[in-house]
């Protein structure tokens, strides 16, 4: 993802014959497809973008629907599997005290309450019982759960997070 850019979902199979996009929404919510007109579609690798229009959304089964122009089948839509769904930075909301976009929360590092390096947060997984940071320590990688318990401190500007971490968890 483009740092002047910020994701609000990914593109994960087309949906019936017109050329829908069935996209996983990465915002606390799908109805933010609603408020966007024009989106940058990113290919996995970085490496393709492509500006689109979005003609119509409709909400299903915790997903958007999406049409975007120019886009009128199934077949096409498939070519855009994986795809991110992304708007420029200026256009995010605005964040209420205490919320972070998941991904400035990548690269940050965790330290403990001793100052004790932890590891870096290289990916973040959604489940079913919240999010859970996955971290490269000096131990190899391991899953924290994303909870003030847990993470007690984000500080986006130092690029770190204090951590108070259940014992063991670095060995699961």
């Not at 829908?20 to 490496?47: G, H, K």
């Not at 990548?106 to 590891?119: F, H, K």
Request: hydrophobic share 40%; net charge negative; with cysteine.
């Amino acid at each position: 993802m483009s740092g002047d850019r910020i994701a609000l979902g990914i593109i994960r199979k087309a949906h019936g014959v017109r050329g829908e996009a069935s996209v996983e929404s990465w915002s606390d919510s799908p109805e933010r497809f609603t408020e966007v007109s024009s989106v940058t579609l990113v290919s996995p690798d970085e490496a393709t973008t492509r500006d689109a229009a979005i003609e119509a959304v409709r909400l299903h089964a915790g997903r958007a629907l999406v049409k975007f122009a120019g886009i009128d089948a199934p077949e096409e839509v498939q070519l855009l599997q994986n795809w991110t769904v992304e708007i420029p930075s200026e256009d995010a909301r605005t964040l209420d005290e205490d919320e972070y976009f998941l991904h400035d929360l990548l690269g940050l590092t965790l330290i403990d309450a001793e100052g004790t390096l932890r590891g870096k947060v290289t990916e973040i997984l959604e489940t079913g019982g919240g999010l859970l940071l996955v971290v490269e320590g000096p131990k190899g990688r391991f899953d924290v759960p994303f909870a003030a318990e847990i993470c007690t401190k984000v500080d986006l500007d130092a690029k770190t997070i204090a951590v108070n971490l259940p014992e063991g968890i670095e060995d699961l």
